[in-house]
């Protein structure tokens, strides 16, 4: 298990910094008076949604509105599997130090229960932690686009 913790810190981390590139375009937008009040807000799920929602009511061009579209549902995606991933309970297979499984329980809306298993090995976990990262850089590319549609 001592491998597997910085991993999962580091996936962590990774969201982290895509929270607050969030912050930073919700701000230059106006969404929010500091990118601190927007990165504040509880809920990653609401300030990806916020941040799309307020754009599209700014943005004119489709093709930025398409990629807006498509990295805002990758962060969703990243979302609910760091979600899953932290939620967990986690058990290492004895037979091979290498792969572990997480069981995630949670209620729905209705109050039912919720039972998700998933196996991740290190190398499983290491590349999601890269997708983080490279989920963080095209918004980060998307960011500078975005930025040159302002008007100062």
């Known amino acids: 298990m001592e491998t597997l913790y910085p991993i999962i810190g580091q ?44 754009l599209k009511k700014q943005l004119k061009d489709e093709v930025l509105l398409t990629e807006l579209e498509e990295w805002t549902n990758k962060l969703h995606e990243l979302r609910e599997k760091r979600n899953n991933i932290i939620h967990s309970i986690i058990l290492s297979n004895t037979a091979t130090v290498e792969e572990y499984a997480f069981y995630n329980y949670r209620n729905d809306s209705t109050g039912n229960l919720i039972k998700d298993f998933n196996k991740y090995s290190l190398a499983d976990l290491k590349s999601l932690n890269q997708e983080f990262i490279d989920a963080h850089n095209a918004g980060y590319l998307l960011w500078g686009k975005l930025r040159e549609l302002i008007v100062n």
Do not use: M
């Open 11 to 54: 996936i962590t981390y990774s969201l982290t910094r895509i929270d607050f590139l969030i912050s930073n375009i919700a701000c230059d937008f106006g969404l929010a008076e500091t990118p601190y009040i927007y990165f504040a807000k509880s809920k990653f799920e609401k300030k990806i949604d916020n941040l799309k929602d307020g």
